[in-house]
């Protein structure tokens, strides 16, 4: 069975980082399209950063306007794992954060619908608390 391993989660306060990562256990990184969604409290679990594919460009790279220049979504191949760097912190970003994989690339800068998402990690918990 596919597993997608996330780590990184924790408590931490206001304008702190935090780096999320997520290891494929049984698969290649390089032919998978990546994302991270999350789901607060209370609301709807909602896309974060996807990438349609491996090159990082900013074409193939999505962020939610809540995140946009905090967050960054990148991979280690070496490490097959892919990360999400959260800097500047807000206690808006408590949630629960998803790591997904989808088989191949697509074209543009958007998250696909959570449905198309072949993988989904088990979630890791962020608190932003002062």
């Known amino acids: 069975q596919v597993q997608l391993v996330e780590s990184g989660g924790g408590l931490v306060q206001p304008g702190d980082s935090l780096r999320l990562a997520c290891a494929a256990a049984?698969?290649?990184?390089?032919?998978?399209?990546a994302g991270w969604f999350r789901q607060a409290p209370g609301k709807g679990r909602e896309a974060v950063s996807c990438?349609?594919?491996?090159?990082?460009?900013?074409?193939?790279?999505y962020y939610a306007d809540s995140v946009k220049g905090r967050f960054t979504i990148s991979r280690d191949r070496a490490k097959n794992t892919v990360y999400l760097q959260m800097n500047t912190l807000e206690p808006e970003d408590t949630a629960v954060y998803y790591c997904?994989?989808?088989?191949?690339?697509?074209?543009?800068?958007?998250?696909?619908?959570?449905?198309?998402?072949?993988?989904w990690g088990q979630g890791t918990q962020v608190t932003v608390s002062s």
């Open positions: 997904v994989a989808k088989r191949g690339y697509y074209s543009g800068s958007y998250c696909l619908p959570q449905e198309r998402y072949d993988y």
């Open positions: 990438d349609s594919d491996i090159s990082g460009s900013d074409g193939s790279t």
């Open positions: 049984d698969f290649t990184w390089d032919h998978f399209s």
